[in-house]
């Protein structure tokens, strides 16, 4: 079975970040039986970056994944954390968490179709090579698709822009477009025993200093510091 964990890295993004996690993000990858894929360039001319992450679609159907994991790459991922794929039905996608896409965007047929008000949180996001409709790009236009996105309060008091939330809104739109199966992984978790895990950490609205305070607060938290080196 093959497996792959993708993460999204143009133009040398922070790299005192990278250098926090992605030790953890090989380590999981080796203990899963995935391949460790970092997404560099550019396909999508004139979209925002964290657009770059629909390519995992062709690069799935390339590599013939079975399942085809994305975490970001400001994503701590905890040593301990099992292979999610051991428990999900390939029918169904999984993120994190799920938000309530009511309150993040502005629906259109598809969302009032299909009625479940799913949110995507696309910093970690699984599917199967059943589900790969889940990354396909948007079949409207970026300024379209921009007038549909609408931040919290909260995530306008930082860093994060609209267009920041593009692959956001494009999977919310992609499992109400597809009818996809969703499954929360902390619901997962709870489910088959794990229910006091601390598996991630991802504080996506904050600036690139005070995220690297943040990160090393956690890994002391956890206890893997003397491991990092060994897993570079």
């Known amino acids: 079975m093959r497996k792959t964990i993708y993460t999204l890295n143009v133009n040398n993004y922070a790299p005192e970040i990278c250098a926090l996690t992605y030790p953890l993000l090989k380590h999981h990858a080796k203990r899963i039986g995935a391949e460790f894929v970092v997404i560099t360039g550019r396909k999508f001319d004139g979209w925002p970056v964290v657009y770059e ?111 920041h939330l593009i692959d956001d809104y494009t999977l919310s739109r992609n499992i109400a477009r597809f009818g996809l199966k969703t499954k929360c992984l902390l619901d997962l978790q709870k489910e088959v025993g794990l229910a006091s895990g601390d598996f991630y950490d991802h504080l996506y609205t904050l600036p690139i200093d005070k995220k690297v305070e943040h990160m090393k607060e956690v890994l002391k938290r956890w206890r893997v510091e003397q491991f990092m080196e060994r897993w570079k």
């Open 53 to 163: 992450k629909l390519q995992i679609k062709e690069l799935a159907e390339q590599r013939g994944d079975d399942w085809s994991i994305y975490i970001d790459s400001d994503a701590l991922v905890h040593p301990e954390t099992p292979d999610w794929t051991n428990f999900l039905k390939p029918d169904t996608v999984a993120h994190n968490g799920i938000d309530m896409a009511a309150i993040r965007w502005r629906y259109d047929a598809y969302f009032k179709r299909d009625g479940r008000n799913i949110g995507s949180c696309n910093w970690n996001t699984i599917a199967s090579s059943w589900c790969r409709d889940l990354w396909t790009p948007l079949d409207i236009t970026l300024e379209q698709a921009v007038e549909n996105i609408y931040p919290t309060v909260d995530e306008l008091l930082t860093v994060v822009e609209r267009s």
